[in-house]
């Protein structure tokens, strides 16, 4: 049982940092916050059908991650 948690880990774990690579940035660095804050503050971005499910396959991934990593500690220690 112990390895099957660890394995999925594994494959959840990489999930999650290929997913979160895979995200667009949302800031433009310094310049960016001095010149156009107002305009991603009170513009309308929309986000493409793929950012949106990068978004959430980051937040179900991560969900994932924290209940194997605590299912781990608290089975086998």
Do not use: C, H, W, Y
């Not at 594994?10 to 667009?24: E, G, K, N, T, Y």
């Amino acid at each position: 049982m112990q390895t099957f948690l660890m394995i999925v880990l594994l494959v959840v774990s990489i999930f999650l940092i290929v997913s979160v690579l895979m995200q667009s940035s949302n800031s433009d660095g310094l310049s960016g916050s001095i010149a156009g804050g107002a305009e991603q503050l009170f513009g309308k971005k929309r986000s493409t059908p793929i950012e949106e499910f990068m978004r959430k396959a980051t937040v179900v991934a991560a969900v994932l991650f924290i209940v194997l990593s605590l299912a781990l500690v608290t089975l086998f220690t």
